[in-house]
């Protein structure tokens, strides 16, 4: 007969060799995943940060030049223009997609007649390809055939060229991914809403709280954190415009419009300076980084202690 010790021994070792196995196993479907990641990020990201030392200029050049292209961009002034024009594009852009946004979840989180199909039709802009949006968009806009300027005519008001003035090319971008975008964040706050809970509503109610008491002292504070994530993803997002820019105002006129992804793609598949623009591209990851790393800090710092 087997003892308790020996019994539990055996025990302990199945216990350990389906621990390994299942270790093993566990490695084996997160293989294919890593293998990706290896060849389309981390090499790729390798190559990009080797060549932004060097002149690259995919014909002949490849020679190393250190620091030279991080130098040559201190002085690039169209390179930091392209960061004030998106600076202005997320002043404006941000806090309008969060009111809207939130407008809208709070109008749809109830349960009504109609409300899961108007859900969907503020949801599919989302769906819609950038590219595809901005091409509308661009009919819409235009100065003299555009369905804007037609309403805008029909109340005696002259519509501008929207794309083609600078004070209003960017306004143009900003509608369109307006349009684009309050879906998916309507969703979001959609999400945060309905974890809040009721009892909070009702103790207010009985309070005499009004309606948009609720809405100031209970649900706003409430979805703080869903608000950092709809607006850094909002600032992230503005840091990496290119499809609107491109489909609208090719970065005009006199470069109003024009991002640094923009730029960036100008840089390498226009002129062929891949060195250059592989520098430009990392001083905008690096902005992105130290962007995230603030706003998750301050987020942090303002989290209540329990």
């Known amino acids: 007969m087997i003892s308790a010790g020996n019994l539990e021994k055996r025990r302990s070792a199945a216990a350990a060799r389906l621990g390994k196995h299942q270790a093993r196993m566990g490695y084996l479907f997160v293989l294919p995943t890593m293998l990706l990641f290896l060849i389309f990020m981390v090499i790729p990201v390798g190559m990009a940060l080797y060549l932004s030392f060097t002149n690259y200029d995919v014909l002949s ?3 190393w030049v250190g620091l030279e292209n991080y130098t040559r961009l201190l002085n690039d002034n169209l390179y930091w223009k392209t960061f004030v024009n998106v600076g202005f594009y997320a ?10 946004s939130l407008l809208l979840a709070v109008l749809l989180n109830r349960a ?4 899961k199909i108007l859900r969907t039709f503020y949801y599919l802009p989302t769906l819609t390809s950038a590219v595809a949006a901005a091409t509308v968009w661009l009919w819409m806009l235009h100065p003299e055939y555009g369905l804007v300027n037609g309403i805008l005519s029909m109340f005696g008001i002259v519509g501008p060229a929207w794309t083609s003035q600078t004070e209003t090319a960017m306004v143009s971008i900003i509608l369109m991914t ?16 309905q974890g809040i809970p009721d009892y909070l509503y009702e103790s207010a109610r009985l309070d005499g709280a009004s309606k948009f008491d609720c809405l100031r002292y209970i649900t706003w504070p409430q979805l703080r954190p869903t ?4 607006s850094t993803m909002a600032i992230i997002g503005a840091l990496q415009l290119f499809d609107q820019a491109f489909v609208l105002t090719q970065g005009g006129p006199a470069n109003a419009t024009k991002t640094p ?6 840089q390498g598949f226009n002129q062929l300076q891949m060195g ?16 995230s790393l603030i706003s998750m800090r301050i987020n942090k710092s303002e989290e209540p202690i329990l």
């Open 61 to 63: 050049k490849n020679d």
């Open 227 to 230: 608000t950092f994530l709809v």
């Open 276 to 291: 250059y623009a592989s520098a430009q591209a990392f001083v905008l990851a690096i902005a992105i980084l130290i962007f």
């Open 261 to 266: 992804v923009y730029l960036i793609y100008q």
């Open 91 to 100: 002043v404006v852009f941000v806090p309008f997609n969060l009111i809207i």
């Open 112 to 115: 009504a007649r109609g409300v």
């Open 178 to 193: 307006l349009w684009q975008s309050v879906g998916s964040n309507m969703i979001i706050y959609l999400a945060g809403l």
